[in-house]
């Protein structure tokens, strides 16, 4: 049998499917999910910061947020011309990562700017909420307690199983439904790890490896070395 480590890293290509109607909506998102659906036509607050594990879905609601408005995504090359120039090409932006952007004075000037001009408004991610990022910059981290700041917490039963086949069928894989759940019962509740096993199921199905029981327990087995 391939070995796990190869089935887990071996990369294929695939279209991810960001439209709202395919978000799965669980405890673990339901307060982030109804706050970005309404924000800012209700909440006008101008900040908003989602964090979470990688793979819990900040990616996704940023691209439902995106498709509600004309949003500009900052991106690192950005951060190199004046914030102030970017600010003036929209109204709507998103910066994704935040809490790994070096740059913490243009991010300093860039929340001056929007606060400035009062209807901008700026959605960011990270996988740890402002409180507990390594910031230097004292008066950006006043800035980021402006922030709306709302977690995505680990998946219920509900939301892995949503996760996991959502993954796949992006990558065209079908797996049967007994296999999913045996999987699911018996690995961590964390998305690294589905997102792990989504990925050596669709590896083994796409070398034509027939998938059983008995090959799912010889690959939990693996994992557990």
């Known amino acids: ?14 279209q991810t499917d960001y439209r709202v109607a395919v978000f799965h909506v669980g405890p673990c998102n339901v307060e982030a999910y109804n706050w970005l659906i309404r924000w800012p036509s209700e909440f006008k607050i101008q900040f908003t910061c989602i964090f979470g594990a990688s793979g819990s879905g ?8 995106a498709q509600r408005y004309t949003c500009i995504w900052i991106t690192p090359e950005m ?3 004046p914030a ?10 998103i910066l994704d990562n935040a809490d790994h952007v070096r740059n913490e004075t243009w991010l300093f000037h860039f929340f001056n700017i929007l606060q400035g001009a009062e209807y901008k408004f ?29 977690g995505l917490y680990l998946p219920d039963d509900a939301t892995c199983l949503a996760v996991f086949n959502k993954i796949i069928r992006n990558k065209g894989v079908v797996l049967k439904t007994r296999y999913v759940h045996y999987i699911l019962s018996r690995i961590d509740r964390s998305y690294a ?8 199921c669709e590896n083994l199905l796409k070398s034509d490896q027939e998938i059983s ?3 799912v ?6 994992s557990a070395h």
């Open 217 to 222: 327990n010889q690959l939990l087995a693996s």
């Open 58 to 65: 900040k990616t996704h609601l940023s691209h439902i947020w």
């Open 79 to 81: 951060m190199l011309c």
């Open 122 to 150: 700026l959605l960011l991610t990270a996988e740890k909420p402002p409180s507990r990022w390594s910031i230097v910059l004292p008066d950006l981290k006043s800035r980021l307690n402006l922030c709306q700041t709302l």
């Open 213 to 215: 029981f008995s090959v």
């Open 84 to 93: 102030q120039d970017i600010a003036s090409m929209g109204d709507y932006f």
């Open 193 to 200: 790890s589905i997102f792990m096993w989504a990925r050596i």
């Open 1 to 14: 049998m391939t070995s796990l480590k190869r089935l887990a890293c071996l990369g294929l290509e695939f």
